[in-house]
């Protein structure tokens, strides 16, 4: 009996296909290849593209779409992918329903093809965040398996971010250090004195009771809602006192979310634009505190939230983009100049109080949901004695 052999050639070209449809792309990759191929792709969720040179990063207006990129900081829109947003997967990774994806890495399978009038993917088949594979019939509150997970701050030189945000960073010190931050911090959304007020709901929340901020110098736990200028009502303290450098309260570091806190209107009106040092007497409305004619000390739980935010201040505005050159000093009376002190009393106070679980929450709920920049010092503390000593 004779028996037929059948053979079955693989061409190159199929394996040159599988090969393919197998590589996940980088999105540099990504759109260099927009010629309707299917292809994964992995990138960092930037924000929400509106038109081929615009793309949102707080005020989502929708669900459609999502604009990602190689780097979490990336600001410039041609090194953007836009991804088409279809109805399968809008309640886990529309922006609209989840802003908390905002700097988070996520894979995507799709046609690479023109979205927006600009490089893009669309007709997603997989959309996945931390190894979980949304549903297509979820429901439009995502379950805990399908939210998207904070990314990690970092605790040591390789995790986290410092493969990443914090790259070109790693390893230096002194004024290299320094300018290394400046670059990476400097790459942020600018937000409007009145964004402000929604940014403190989130950035200050009480983690008891989702309702309340925390104030800063009291330590009060207050309604959302009581801010204004009333009595015992909570307003925008500029850490940074505002007068030193004369910024004021216009877009840049008169809004910057990173330095400005919730407190009483009263505590507000007695810190005024004092400098930072130990000694005084005992403030009545906020025990811990104490202030004298040209300084204020603030209760020892967030001694070192103060510190580093004057000195993420100091490294975020250095002259270069219009704004004065803000800088610490040994002084307690600099008025208006763009200087604030006590330097020496501020880097005890970051060793003495270090992040909480609280700054730590703060810090990252600026950068997915406000302002996309992160306070370096509350990631590595370390760092204010590497460029301060």
């Not at 002194?174 to 989130?202: C, F, M, N």
């Amino acid at each position: 009996m004779a028996f037929a052999l059948a053979v079955v050639l693989v061409t190159p070209v199929a394996v040159t296909a599988a090969a393919s449809a197998a590589t996940t792309l980088t999105v540099a990759q990504a759109l260099a290849a927009q010629d309707g191929r299917t292809a994964t792709v992995t990138g960092y969720v930037i924000g929400q593209p509106t038109s081929n040179t615009t793309v949102l990063r707080s005020g989502f207006t929708s669900d459609t779409a999502i604009a990602i990129a190689d780097t979490a900081a990336e600001t410039g829109t041609s090194r953007m992918l836009y991804v088409q947003v279809t109805a399968a997967y809008r309640s886990a990774f529309g922006l609209l329903a989840n802003p908390g994806l905002r700097g988070q890495r996520i894979t995507t399978t799709g046609t690479l093809t023109a979205y927006f009038s600009h490089g893009g993917l669309k007709n997603p088949t997989a959309m996945t965040l931390g190894g979980t594979t949304p549903s297509p019939s979820q429901s439009a509150t995502p379950t805990p398996s399908q939210s998207p997970t904070p990314t990690p701050t970092p605790t040591a030189p390789g995790g986290g971010y410092d493969s990443t945000y914090y790259a070109n960073a790693i390893g230096k010190s002194g004024p290299a250090l320094r300018s290394s931050l400046h670059a990476i911090i400097k790459v942020q959304t600018k937000l409007s004195y009145d964004q402000v007020w929604e940014a403190l709901r989130d950035t200050d929340q009480d983690p008891a009771n989702s309702n309340n901020v925390i104030l800063l110098y009291t330590g009060r736990s207050q309604s959302k809602t009581s801010n204004g200028g009333g009595v015992n009502d909570w307003n925008r303290e500029h850490v940074w006192a505002k007068s030193h450098g004369d910024f004021g309260t216009a877009t840049g570091p008169g809004t910057d979310v990173h330095h400005l806190r919730p407190t009483d209107v009263s505590v507000n009106s007695t810190r005024g634009n004092k400098d930072f040092d130990n000694g005084g007497s005992p403030v009545a409305e906020a025990p811990g505190c104490y202030t004298d004619a040209d300084s204020w000390e603030p209760r020892n739980a967030v001694k070192g939230d103060v510190a580093r935010m004057i000195m993420y201040m100091a490294i975020r505005y250095e002259g270069t983009d219009g704004w004065p050159n803000l800088e610490l000093n040994q002084s307690v009376n600099n008025g208006s100049a763009p200087y604030h002190g006590k330097m020496s009393v501020l880097l005890q106070w970051n060793q003495a109080d270090p992040p909480d679980t609280f700054e730590k929450r703060r810090n990252q709920r600026i950068y997915e949901r406000w302002q996309g920049n992160r306070n370096p010092f509350v990631d590595h503390p370390e760092w204010a004695t590497a460029i301060w000593g």
